[in-house]
């Protein structure tokens, strides 16, 4: 079963973040890497991918290197995340939790 | 025009210079390596290439999501540097001047509506559309303006920033004898649709926008100052030289227009819920084109007489009600409008503008103006701005109606 489309575009900055925590990568890279880490659950729509790391990328949250492709093919842009960029993870993903705890209290019918 | 090299010009359309060649590397390396895979396993490449494309889906996607992040953060990058004096209010320039000629005009490219001041593209980050400077823009020769500075003591250099093989990016950048410099990029040649591809900044090649250059003036680190209406006159620093020359005149209004286009819309948002159109130069004959169609329009000169001194430069903010509009024969009543006109107080201080309504009334704040959609009567507010601006900050104040008279 794959995420609704709207869940998975408000968390897409968290999603992009979580990845790149790991390692500085590529486009494609990340797609691959969203795909086997969650046995397929998150499946970007590969267009919307790159405007969203584009706009990370001026927000100052990741930081963009062009490097040469390990196969011989053009270059490859490589994300990595800032220090700006960790800090903001943190955030957004103590706001997650909040959100996920505030969910459990409710199925549970607490607050 | 292969799929790839197509994909890539639909998905980049609109983005300008570097950031532009930036995407088309990205996004052919992303194309590339998923058409590696797809031969592999035994497809052609043809094939291979046409699957990795369709797999990144509709490049629409890409182009709303990059223009929304890059294009409209540099349309409105008028630094803060960029200060305008109104003509007539400060002193006689007391170091040569130049003029730089062979300046021409064209229509922008791609907007739907080119009497509107602003066009819309869809914005990454919010559900409102963002608004793009939607005008005529006028033309400066390069060589022109390099014979025009060089004697001045700029620095003037030019080289070829990358070879695209349809087409070049070409920079330039001045060096002034202070010190500072202004650089800007532009496209050279003709890519394979036959124009450029950034909808807001459109290039003729060996000639420079007047709203490039201004913004690659703002860059420099010294007073930018500009005087004068019809061929303005620039100083930056102690440099000075004019725009336009007698043959190829630059009409103050256009110049006007493009440099004080951010910051009135900004003054302006606040109050129009609806487009905000902006007189086209040839507004006398009454007509122009909406979504490409020509169009008739009823249009009544006034005349009013002002306190203000002679040659200031002020902006008449007018809305109306209703626009009867003609077209395609068919007689059509737009909804209500804001529209700006700049224009200059005359020697006898009466200011003449151009209005949809027969009837005006004046208001001394542009609030005020949001009640005429309901009484049938166009509301008129006129801004002045400050001798010495800064286009980064709030420039315009209203004119008290009381100063007028008919």
Sequence with gaps: ?111 | MNPLERYLEQATKGLWGKKKLEVREEITAHILERAYKHEVSGVAFEIAVSRAIEELGDPKTIRRGMIGVHTMPNVFKISGFLTIAAAGTIAMLSVSSAQVTGTTRVPIVQCQNPATVFFEVPSSSSSKPTQIPCESLVWLEISSLRKTLEPLGVKFEEWVQADMGTYKLMRYRLTFPEGGTATWQQEAGIDDYGSTTNPAIPYLPGFVSVHTLVTALAQVKAPFTMSGWDNPTLRIGQIAFQIGSKETRILGQDWYRIALAAPLYKKLQGITLAPIFLDSPNYVEKSATLAGFPIMYRQYTHQIRTELPNQQIVVVVERTALREISLNNKIQVMPSSTRTFITTVRQDGTIEFPSDAKNIRFVDNLKDMQSSENNGTGAIAVLKFTNQMNLGSETFTAVPSSKFSK
């Design chain 1, 1 to 111: 079963m794959k995420p609704d489309a709207n869940l998975l575009k408000g968390n897409l900055d968290l999603i992009l973040l979580e990845i790149l925590e790991a390692a500085p990568m590529y486009g494609l890279e990340i797609i691959n890497e969203a795909q086997s880490r969650t046995d397929g659950y998150f499946d970007f729509k590969e267009g919307s991918l790159y405007p969203a790391l584009h706009r990370l990328e001026q927000q100052g949250l990741l930081k963009a290197e062009f490097m040469d492709s390990t196969t011989g093919g053009p270059r490859r842009k490589y994300y990595r995340l800032t220090d700006k960029g960790s800090k903001t993870l943190e955030q957004k993903r103590s706001e997650w939790q909040r959100f996920n705890r505030a969910i459990e209290a409710l199925r549970g019918g607490t607050t």
